[in-house]
């Protein structure tokens, strides 16, 4: 997923994106309302993969995890770019359409 956050404090945007990376916003919340706020935003990238490991449970030390299926989540990119704060990423939406090409290193 890609979410923009706007400087200002605003409710943010974010979109789900393609096999291909293209993706198109729309407000939280308000799947309607397509695109975001005009202005200056932080940037986030959420890619992960998730999958199922099979829990055991120590009878010696107790658990708080039923034995059984438990998510397993793998980083498909460096995880620095999950949080606005160390993602490195802006963006400034200007009125009208937009096209954000993010660049993801490391």
Sequence with gaps: TVSFSPLDGSKFSYAVTGSDG?????????????GAKVGEHRVKVTAISESKVKQQSDPTLGS???PGDAPKISYLIPPKYDNYETS???FE??????EAKLSLGD
């Design 93 to 98: 939406v200007k009125p009208g359409g937009n």
């Design 22 to 34: 293209a993706f198109e916003l729309a407000v939280a919340g308000k799947p309607d309302q397509p």
């Design 64 to 66: 708080l995890f039923e």
């Design 88 to 90: 490195g990423l802006t």
